[in-house]
């Protein structure tokens, strides 16, 4: 008697699950993902042939643009500690809103809710704090371009050593960054540097590009 031969069938994965799963995804990340803002000035740093990293969280930015304007930038979160001593994982302290603030009683001027939160979200910026109000409401792009005209760091109204010495106080875990343009003058680093040392800030990190250089025998 012959044998029956059942047909054979090729394995068939339906895929409509997983491209259902995909889509979901994508939307998740495209409504839930926020975009760094473009930074306030353009800065070409100078280079150097060191390999170190600077840090990239829980730091505050001092900004030397080529024709030596300050600005200031602050990571919105940092680092905190447990009961233990381990550091721990942050997303909810809103360091710069808090900065925002202090600055706001320093000067007695008053900000929305509206307006930290902006603060909060933003990138780095350059202005007297009387302008804040205005470069934070102001939808027009060539406006708040002129507002930037850098933080005063004259004698009688050192601003930028407010928000150093209010940043410090705000997140005592934050390092310091210096990032100055390679065209910037030096006394205005050397300013910068003494602003740092009155605030009690000797340690602090030097932004510049790195440059490889090979090495080559003496002939």
């Given at each position: ?34 975009f760094r803002p473009q930074e306030a000035a353009k800065i070409d ?32 979160n940092g680092k905190t500690f447990d009961k233990n001593g381990k ?10 809103k808090t900065l925002l603030e202090k600055m706001g009683e320093r ?113």
């Amino acid at each position: 008697m012959p044998k029956i031969k059942l047909p054979t069938k090729s394995p068939h994965i339906d895929m409509t699950p997983m491209v259902d799963l995909f889509s979901l995804l994508l939307t998740f990340f495209m409504l839930t993902t926020s975009f760094r803002p473009q930074e306030a000035a353009k800065i070409d740093t100078p280079n150097s042939i060191s390999d170190k990293q600077a840090p990239d969280k829980s730091i505050i930015i001092i900004e030397i643009t080529k024709d030596n304007k300050i600005f200031f930038d602050m990571n919105r979160n940092g680092k905190t500690f447990d009961k233990n001593g381990k550091e721990v994982a942050d997303t909810a302290s809103h360091f710069r809103k808090t900065l925002l603030e202090k600055m706001g009683e320093r000067y007695k001027i008053i900000f929305t809710a509206k307006e930290k939160d902006k603060f909060d979200k933003g990138a780095s910026f350059g202005m007297p704090v009387v302008s804040l109000k205005e470069w934070l409401n102001s939808d027009n792009p060539k406006r708040k371009a002129e507002l930037q005209i850098g933080i005063p760091t004259d004698t009688t109204d050192n601003q930028l050593n407010l928000w150093v010495r209010f940043a410090r106080i705000t997140n005592p875990n934050a390092e310091v960054v210096i990032k100055g343009d390679a065209d910037a003058d030096y006394k205005t680093v050397k300013k910068i540097i003494d602003i740092m040392q009155d605030n009690k800030v000797n340690k602090f990190n030097l932004i510049t590009n790195l440059q490889k250089e090979e090495a080559k025998l003496e002939e």
